[in-house]
C-alpha cells in the first residue's frame, strides 16, 4: 500500500486486514477509537519507526487521527522512512459521522478532545488580554497575537496551539501505555 486516503466506507470493508495506528494523543484515543487501533502518538512517530515499518511488512498500514491532517503528516513521514501507509479520509470524525462504531476504554476518564481544548485555551488568552488591556493597552497584543495565530493556522492546516497542549501531562502516553502498543504491534 503506497502513501493514498481510504473512505471510511473503503476502511469498513477492509479493517479487518488493516493494522490502524491512531496517532491523536492519548486523551484524544480515550474519547473513542476505530475498533483495534493502536495508539502511536504523532510525536512518538519515530520512537515505533522500527515496528511499524515491520508491521507494515505483514501487512497494509492505515494512519487515522481526528481530521485527517496528522495522520496525512505522520503518512509522509512514514513514507520518507520508507514504510507505506494509508490515511483515512476526514479521520475519525468521517468515521462516526457514517455510524461507524468506535471502541472507548472501560473506566478511562478522557480529556477534552484536542479541538475543544484550543478553543478554551485560545479564547481564554483573548479574554484576558482584553482585561489586562483595560490596565495595561499593551496586553492587547496577546488577544491580537491569538487572533493572527487562529488565521495562521486555518491557512496552513497546522496548529501550533495543539502541539504545545499535546504535551501537557494528560495529553502524553505513559512509557508503559506506548511500550504495550509497540509490543502488541510487535506481534
Known amino acids: ?73 505522520a503518512c509522509r513521514r512514514l513514507a520518507g522512512a520508507g514504510v507505506p501507509a494509508a490515511t483515512l479520509t476526514g479521520g475519525t470524525s468521517a468515521w462516526t459521522q457514517l455510524g461507524h462504531d468506535v471502541h472507548r476504554p472501560a473506566g478511562v476518564r478522557a480529556p477534552w478532545p484536542m479541538e475543544r481544548q484550543v478553543r478554551l485555551t485560545a479564547g481564554s488568552l483573548v479574554v484576558a488580554g482584553l482585561l489586562a488591556g483595560r490596565l495595561w493597552p499593551g496586553a492587547r497584543f496577546v488577544s491580537a497575537g491569538v487572533g493572527g495565530g487562529l488565521v495562521f493556522s486555518a491557512l496552513t492546516d497546522t496548529c501550533g496551539m495543539a502541539r504545545l497542549l499535546a504535551r501537557l501531562p494528560h495529553n502524553r502516553p505513559r512509557a508503559a501505555d506506548l511500550d504495550a502498543t509497540l509490543a502488541a504491534l510487535s506481534g
Open 1 to 73: 500500500m503506497t502513501h493514498h486516503s481510504l473512505t471510511a466506507d473503503q476502511v469498513g470493508a477492509r479493517l479487518h486486514e488493516l493494522t490502524v495506528i491512531d496517532v491523536r494523543t492519548p486523551g484524544e484515543y480515550a474519547t473513542g477509537h476505530l475498533p483495534g487501533a493502536h495508539n502511536v502518538p504523532l510525536d512518538h512517530l519515530d520512537e515505533a519507526l522500527s515496528v511499524l515499518r515491520a508491521a507494515a511488512g505483514r501487512g497494509d498500514l492505515l494512519v487515522v487521527c481526528a481530521s485527517g491532517a496528522r495522520s496525512v503528516e
